[in-house]
Structures are given as C-alpha cells and as structure tokens.
C-alpha cells in the first residue's frame, strides 16, 4: 500500500511517499513494513522502529517477533498517518493493529482493534473530516467487522448490508460529511 503525504500540509516541507507492506528493508534502510521516501532528496527512511509484532511463545510463555503487515495507509485531516495491518505495536506504542505516526512519534488509538486467526487482519483505514477514525477488514471467525474511533473509544459500525463497508471488508469510502458508501 503507499499514500502521498505532506507532513505539514501547506508548510515548507514537501510531499513525500509513504509505503506499507511486509518488510524490513526500505532503498538500504532498516524500515519495519512502513518507510517514506523523500521526493526532494531521494532518500528513504524509517518511521521510528516502524510496526511490530510480538507474540507470546506458547512452551517458553515469553514474547518472539512475529511477521508484521501493513495493509493501508491514510493521511488523516491533521496531516499525521493512520496505519492498520496485523501488528502489535508500533514503535514503543501497543498499537494492536492500528497506530497513528504525529510526525515525530506513534500513538496507539486506545485498544486498538483485536483480530484472531491466520487469515484475519484490518484491511483498510479512513480519517474523518471531525478526526475520528474508521477501520474494517476480516476478525477471524467473526467475519467482516468495521471499528469507529472517536477520539476516546472504540465502537462497532452496523454490518455489511448497510452499505457502510464495502464487500468482504476490503475497503472503506467516506464522503466529505463523514458518511460511508
């Protein structure tokens, strides 16, 4: 996944590409599944340590790396990033699966939203004009779920017949006002 992003909107610094996915390298720098490229200078970097996993390791009870992922990147109203994929954390954040980069550091977003199986994980993230945030992708076996963050909490939007979240919880859409389709 990549977005476009200007760290300080119409500020002085310029626009530069950032990218997610699963990785440990970025143009020869150490970039845990997220990395910028600078336009103007033609240099990559990392954002801090980037997003991690740990999970507990079951016969020793202590934690071992995990493969992290990045599945989607958003540049939220306030110009900082929102990044959701499986990981737990996201530099020295306990992110569980979705983080917010200020510029400077991450943020985890409360709980963040817990995903169980193989083959579960958030697919997509929007930032609203109003600052909250909305997320959506495959829980494990509970199926096709999306999560809206309101600054303080975490809570369930209706299901995919609403037309709120797009088949398979693959994407999410919001119009200017904040709506879905």
């Known amino acids: ?18 990218v997610g996915g699963t990785f440990r390298v970025a143009g ?4 845990n599944s997220v990395a910028v490229f600078d336009f103007a200078t033609g240099t ?23 493969t992290p992922s990045v599945r989607s990147i958003a ?10 994929g499986r990981f737990t954390h ?8 979705v983080a917010r ?18 083959s579960a994980e958030l697919n997509d993230v929007v930032g609203l004009p109003n600052g909250d ?7 494990g076996g509970a199926g096709v779920s999306a999560s809206r963050w309101n600054g303080s909490s975490w809570s369930a939007l209706p299901a995919v017949g609403s037309g709120l979240v797009a088949q398979g919880g693959q994407a999410l859409l919001a119009r200017q006002s904040g709506a879905f389709v």
């Open 1 to 18: 996944c990549s977005v476009v992003w200007d760290p300080d909107g119409p500020g002085p610094l310029g626009e530069r590409l950032v």
């Open 28 to 31: 020869g720098v150490a970039a």
């Open 44 to 66: 990559w970097s990392a954002l801090d340590t980037g997003v991690w996993s740990a999970v507990p390791w079951p016969s020793l009870g202590s934690p071992v790396l995990a």
């Open 75 to 84: 540049v939220a109203p306030d110009h900082s990033l929102l990044v959701v």
């Open 90 to 97: 996201a530099g020295k954040a306990l992110a569980n699966n």
């Open 101 to 118: 980069w200020t510029g400077s550091a991450w943020l985890a977003l409360g709980n963040g939203v817990s995903v169980s199986g193989s």
């Open 133 to 139: 945030v909305v997320v959506c992708g495959k829980l």
